[in-house]
């Protein structure tokens, strides 16, 4: 039988954990952020689905639509990385009617690849959140 007292070290052991995730993900979330702003994401992309404040449509897809759109796929972080590197065809885009942009535009003068990769897989990582 456990006893009360290792039952609360173990409570305030998990409660600890917690807080440090919480923690982690506050600076993962902080880390990711300042890396979209300082390469023009937040130009275009917003977090939150939803309209302007003017009433108009964004430009871009919100991430947290993005993340729900491709939850299922198993290759989303690569195609979406590649997206972001190389642009995508205004001609098969599938958020027609939902934003105002027509293409996303390359963006291989404004990211890395592998910090373009990092902030897709954290992109992803919103509908979870």
């Given at each position: 039988?456990?006893s009360?007292?290792s039952?609360l070290?173990?409570?305030?052991?998990?409660?600890?954990a917690?807080?440090?995730?919480?923690m982690?993900?506050?600076?993962?979330?902080?880390?990711?952020?300042?890396?979209?702003?300082?390469?023009?994401?937040?130009?275009?992309?917003?977090?939150?689905?939803?309209?302007?404040?003017?009433?108009?449509?964004?430009?871009?897809?919100?991430?947290?639509?993005?993340?729900?759109?491709?939850?299922?796929?198993?290759?989303a972080?690569?195609?979406?990385?590649?997206?972001?590197?190389?642009?995508?065809?205004?001609?098969?885009?599938?958020?027609?009617?939902?934003?105002?942009?027509?293409?996303?535009?390359?963006?291989a003068?404004?990211?890395?690849?592998?910090d373009a990769?990092k902030l897709v897989g954290?992109i992803?990582?919103?509908?979870?959140?």
């Open positions: 039988m456990i009360l007292r039952a070290t173990a409570g305030l052991l998990m409660l600890g917690g807080s440090q995730l919480a982690a993900d506050a600076a993962k979330d902080t880390e990711m952020l300042k890396l979209a702003s300082t390469s023009g994401c937040l130009t275009c992309h917003h977090i939150e689905p939803g309209k302007l404040p003017d009433g108009r449509a964004p430009v871009g897809p919100a991430w947290r639509d993005v993340a729900a759109k491709y939850k299922d796929n198993k290759d972080q690569n195609q979406l990385t590649q997206i972001v590197m190389q642009g995508s065809n205004p001609y098969s885009s599938h958020w027609k009617g939902k934003v105002t942009g027509l293409a996303m535009p390359p963006n003068v404004a990211i890395t690849e592998a990769s954290w992803l990582s919103l509908n979870t959140k």
